[in-house]
């Protein structure tokens, strides 16, 4: 039963290149989208932002406690 030999120096790069390619596939799914579809989510979140804060109850601070 021997450990299998590894070069650390190997092991590094290839985790930095399995995150940079992680890092890299996140950017293109935020930024790699024509403007028309990145101007269209945003607005759609700002609607689904605007309809939450309509539904919204207000909570009245003056209440009689005591």
């Known amino acids: 039963m ?8 190997r ?3 290839a ?7 992680a890092r890299a596939a996140e950017n293109r799914a935020a930024f790699g989208r024509p403007k028309s579809e990145r101007t269209a989510t945003e607005a759609e979140k ?17 209440t009689d406690e005591g």
């Open 15 to 21: 985790k930095e290149r399995r995150e940079a390619e």
């Open 46 to 62: 700002e609607r689904a932002q605007s309809k939450l804060d309509q539904a919204r109850r207000q909570h009245d601070d003056t």
């Open 2 to 9: 021997t450990a299998e030999i590894i070069n650390l120096r």
């Open 11 to 13: 092991a590094r790069k």
